[in-house]
């Protein structure tokens, strides 16, 4: 007696509910549908980050083109400030010789007597900057002549010790050498440095202007 | 139409499913005899009875009674919704119809198989859908009926007509009372198990239910709209007539009958929806199937279990009848 006078459609709609299998398959097809829905969610939370990440590439691409604009007035500050760069090794490697001459003079022992004091440049680069090409020399030779008036005390090495607190980072002595005595028994000697140019020459005695004058 | 998974997919119970049907085995049945006298319902759950309400083709969105033309509008609140929740039952209705149709409603009748062209009852009922009139030689009907074919037991046929089977019996019953039900099962959020007209309901019971043993029984059945009489023999409808008239002519015809049928050891059974009148009572003979009667066929009475828990009992022959039916079908 059960489904008399049902139509077909309604004992299949009826099947689809009570039925095990079509049961089962709703079953899976929901379960399976759920076990999407993390999948889903971070779907949507993905979206939602590269939402965001457009959104702060835009205002940053933005930012960015304002900041463009507004280094275009501060375009010939930078050129010449480019400029100024391009001469900082070339002060950076001038060394100051008045100031070496002082250091050499506050150094000189009271029995040392200087003859002579040569200062040569040597191993130089090539820089460019506008308008031509500078030499700019990575080492100084020092050679000092002398004599010594006392003998036996060790009046050059206190003499080399001092100068080398004076000069530059880097530099060395690279000759210490007594020469045959006199008949008036004072000691000659040859003192020889190689100094490096390093741009800090504050041991030389140089000192910082109190008020750098402004571009 | 087959089943297909696109039609499954299209038609997926989601809402059901979702609703707790995808677990849920014990969706209540709601019984419903119909009738333009005497509209009875029972609700049923897990096999009990827990709720019994008369008169029911009065209240707001009643299911529909053929020829009664009377539209109620639904409230808030569907038919079922109240009813299951008066009886406090949860989930998706399903709805076995007892309607009681006319004479000119119900067609109902036993065809001797050796007059039938058909050897296959596909063909058979192919043919009644195409045109009765292959089948039922002075069927006059233009309205569109939905058919089926019932053996001698009541039980429904498919397959060829074997050889031994000697009369079979065609139910038709309008089309577009069928289509009316399920639309407003639809409406009820609810699932048709069945529509069963009355006339076939009692007999198929009292087959079951009455044993006659060699005897044979004349079972009458007084309904609103006529009066039915089958002849019983061995378990079996060997003959059925439809009156207009009323019980008396036709119990005029049991004598001649049985004589025609070599019956000499006959019983004589009276079924009513309602009690039969007392004059009416006193000139006939035989036994009314009701009250105390249903009571020892079934062993028991029908039990509503209420929902304050209290229980009660009943002997009607429609609480009979529905119940019997509901266990038949669910």
């Known amino acids: 007696m059960k489904y008399l006078f049902v139509s077909l459609e309604q004992v299949i709609q009826q099947n689809y509910r009570y039925g095990f299998l079509f049961r089962l398959a709703g079953a899976i097809l929901i379960l399976g549908s759920l076990l999407q829905a993390p999948i889903l969610v971070l779907g949507v939370a993905a979206w939602r980050y590269h939402e965001t990440q457009a959104v702060s ?116 002595m690279v000759r210490s050498e007594h020469l045959e005595k006199k008949a008036d028994r004072l000691a000659p000697f040859v003192l020889q440095y190689a100094v490096k140019p390093s741009g800090n020459y504050f041991g030389l005695g140089l000192k910082r202007i109190a008020e750098p004058d402004t571009l | 139409m087959a089943y297909s998974l696109t039609h499954y997919l299209r038609n997926f119970p989601l809402k059901y499913y979702l609703l707790g049907g995808l677990v849920r085995t014990d969706d209540p049945i709601i019984s419903l005899f119909l009738s333009s006298e005497n509209s009875v319902t029972i609700v049923s759950r897990k096999r009990h009875v827990i709720g019994l309400e008369s008169d029911i083709a009065s209240l707001p969105d009643a299911p529909p009674v053929l020829g009664d033309t009377t539209d109620m509008l639904a409230g808030s609140r569907s038919f079922s919704t109240k009813l299951l929740s008066r009886c406090r039952a949860k989930g998706a209705p399903r709805f076995i119809f007892v309607p009681d149709f006319g004479v000119n409603d119900l067609y109902c009748n036993i065809h001797a198989t050796a007059n039938l062209r058909e050897s296959n009852i596909e063909n ?54 069928c289509e009316q039900v399920e639309s407003w099962v639809e409406s009820q959020r609810g699932t048709l198990l069945a529509v069963v007209p009355v006339p076939i309901t009692c007999l198929k019971w009292f087959c079951e239910m009455i044993p006659q043993g060699s005897g044979t029984a004349f079972v009458m059945l007084l309904l609103s709209h006529s009066v039915v009489m089958a002849v019983v023999q061995r378990q079996e409808v060997i003959l059925l007539r439809q009156y207009m008239e009323d019980l008396e002519i036709a119990y005029r015809e049991i004598p001649s009958l049985a004589e025609e049928l070599k019956a000499d050891d006959y019983q004589i059974y009276v079924w009513s929806p309602k009690a039969i009148p007392v004059e009416l009572a006193r000139n006939l003979q035989g036994t009314e199937l009701t009250g105390e009667v249903l009571r020892q066929i079934h062993g028991h009475s029908v039990q509503i279990r209420r929902a304050d828990g209290s229980r009660v009992e009943t002997n009607g022959a429609v609480p009979h009848l529905l119940h019997w039916l509901e266990g038949c079908i669910a």
């Not at chain 1, 001469?87 to 070496?100: H, T, Y």
């Not at chain 1, 003998?151 to 980072?169: A, S, V, W």
């Not at chain 2, 009765?132 to 019932?150: A, K």
């Open chain 1, 57 to 172: 590439q835009n205002a940053l691409q933005i930012e960015a083109k304002n900041l463009q604009a507004a280094t275009v007035p501060l375009k010939e500050v930078g050129q010449k400030l480019a400029q100024i760069h391009q001469w900082e090794p070339i002060f950076r490697n001038r060394l100051p010789i008045s100031a070496l001459l002082n250091a050499v003079q506050v150094s000189i022992p009271q029995n040392v007597v200087l003859d002579s004091l040569l200062i040569e440049s040597e191993q130089y680069d090539r820089q460019p900057v506008p308008g031509g090409v500078y030499r700019v020399p990575k080492e100084y030779r020092v050679v000092l002549q002398g004599v010594e008036k006392q003998e036996g005390e060790d009046l050059l090495q206190e003499f080399n010790d001092t100068l080398l607190k004076h000069l530059p980072t880097g530099s060395e």
């Open chain 2, 124 to 177: 058979l009922l192919e043919s009644l859908h195409e045109e009765p009139r292959q089948v039922i030689g002075s069927w006059d009907d233009p309205r569109p009926f939905r058919w089926t074919i019932l053996n001698s037991r009541f039980e429904v046929m498919k397959g060829n007509i074997e050889r031994r089977t000697e009369q079979i019996t065609v139910i038709g019953l309008p089309a577009d009372y």
